[in-house]
């Protein structure tokens, strides 16, 4: 499993380790990943993925799952989260269309 993050293709970045007599080795710095399970209210159910922190946070702050997705590039996006914004836009347009 990678280590980047589903929602906004964060992933593990190198650097130095330094120690005190200032002697510099390589490290890897990784994203803080964790299993969240979104719940979708055009779709009606709930989607599992694999998230950094900073992403929780800003779906909370562009106002819901939904939202975050279809205000998101889709080249900025996993290939799982891609579908799902499709998914969300054909249910929207379908609903859009029996209102009308």
């Known amino acids: 499993m990678s280590r980047r993050c589903e ?6 970045q190198v650097g130095h380790k330094v120690s005190h007599s200032n002697i510099k ?9 964790v299993n969240v399970t979104f719940l979708s209210d055009v ?10 922190t900073n992403a929780v946070k800003s779906v909370d702050h562009r ?3 939904d939202a975050y997705l279809i205000k998101a ?3 900025e996006l996993s290939q799982k989260a891609v579908l799902l914004k499709r998914a969300i836009e054909k249910k929207k347009a379908e609903t859009a269309a029996v209102a009308a």
Do not use: A, C, M, Q
Request: charged share 30%; net charge positive.
């Open 25 to 33: 080795t390589k490290r890897r710095f990784l994203p803080n990943l």
């Open 63 to 65: 106002g819901g799952f």
């Open 73 to 75: 590039k889709e080249s």
């Open 7 to 12: 929602l906004t293709l964060k992933g593990p």
């Open 43 to 52: 779709l009606g159910r709930g989607v599992r993925l694999r998230v950094s």
